[in-house]
């Protein structure tokens, strides 16, 4: 059983992955996460070489600008609302039809409520990032206030490391890599929790 994986994300101009903070439309400055998501695990995905037309740009020559681009071509597939993206139905929904228009359909979307024991959340999270795939990940209220910053908000896992009774998991939002205990974020203190997105290839 692998121990530890952390995939090899890419860096636009020195920062892990896109930045929410970069978008100058108010609306997805504020409420962008979910798109700036969705565009990370395009990004990734295209530079593997198999889903090169998921990125309208030069993959291999990704710039601030182009990224900004690009979340304004996601946004209407996915974009900010009042409460936010915070049903994996919504999110899988719109998500499927950008995987659609760009002739992407042999990705498939499914999503895996919090709500499920920490083993099952654990292993499904585990096994996407061994099949070397981002988890779009959706947060809503936690009670521990160390993860205020990631209350009601979409980002990606890019690794984790297994640890005696739990797994640490590598967070990559707003242009930074942090890392959690897994246990902790699945036990929100919430009945009502997030989830992930398990993303497979047709066979």
């Not at 929904?93 to 499920?116: A, I, Q």
Request: glycine fraction near 8%; aromatic fraction near 14%; charged fraction near 25%.
């Amino acid at each position: 059983m692998t121990s530890k994986r952390i995939l090899k994300y890419f860096t636009i101009e020195g920062t892990p992955g896109g930045n929410q903070d970069w978008l100058p439309e108010w609306d997805m400055n504020k409420g962008g996460c979910g798109a700036v998501t969705a565009c990370d695990v395009c990004i990734y995905l295209a530079r593997l070489g198999n889903f090169r037309t998921l990125y309208p740009f030069d993959a291999e020559r990704l710039s601030r600008p182009d990224f900004i681009r690009f979340a304004k071509i996601m946004k209407p597939y996915l974009s900010p609302r009042y409460h936010g993206i915070d049903y994996l139905e919504t999110y899988i929904c719109g998500f499927n039809d950008y995987l659609h228009d760009t002739k992407n359909s042999s990705l498939m979307l499914e999503g895996l409520s919090g709500n499920v024991g920490y083993e099952a959340f654990a292993e499904a999270i585990t096994d996407q990032i061994d099949r070397n795939i981002p988890v779009p990940f959706l947060m809503l209220n936690h009670h521990d206030i160390t993860l205020d910053d990631f209350e009601w908000h979409w980002f990606n896992l890019a690794g984790y490391e297994r640890t005696d009774g739990d797994i640490n998991v590598m967070t990559v939002t707003y242009g930074e890599y942090q890392w959690f205990s897994l246990r902790k974020m699945h036990d929100t203190g919430h009945d009502r929790k997030g989830g992930i997105i398990r993303i497979f290839e047709r066979v």
